[in-house]
């Protein structure tokens, strides 16, 4: 049982930054397995010692994670596809929570912008409707 998790998915845990469902499995697996848990000891042992793997290295430094530009540029369209395919990858198969949060809070800050925008909208044509020529008729 112990094979089906591999040390980056037990790093990514210990860093409480892997997928969801999956750091649920793990934690699951760990209540019943001790090779696991004992797995997961000598990693967090190695670690606390100053040895990291690349893959940790790029993960602590979120090296990969694209701009916000590139981020924006993704969700317009207006990237070159290979980037955007990088960024689809990040998103869809590594389910980085770095670039999940950036592209939610992109989108959540485009959401209010236009609810604000409307809202401005709204208001100069209600305190201006009154002031407006009547069509003839």
Sequence with gaps: MTEEFTDAELESFLDETLDGERAIQIEQALRNDKTLLQRLSHINGRRDAGMHSLGEIWRRNQIGVPSREDMGNHLLGVLEDAHSDYIEFRLEVLK????????????????????????????????????????NG
Excluded: W
Aim: charged fraction near 30%; aromatic fraction near 8%.
């Design 96 to 135: 980085c929570p770095f670039t999940i949060a950036m592209k939610t809070d992109l989108v959540n800050q485009h959401e209010e912008s236009e609810e604000v925008s409307q809202k401005r909208r709204t208001k100069i044509y209600d305190s201006s409707s009154g002031y407006l020529p009547k069509p």
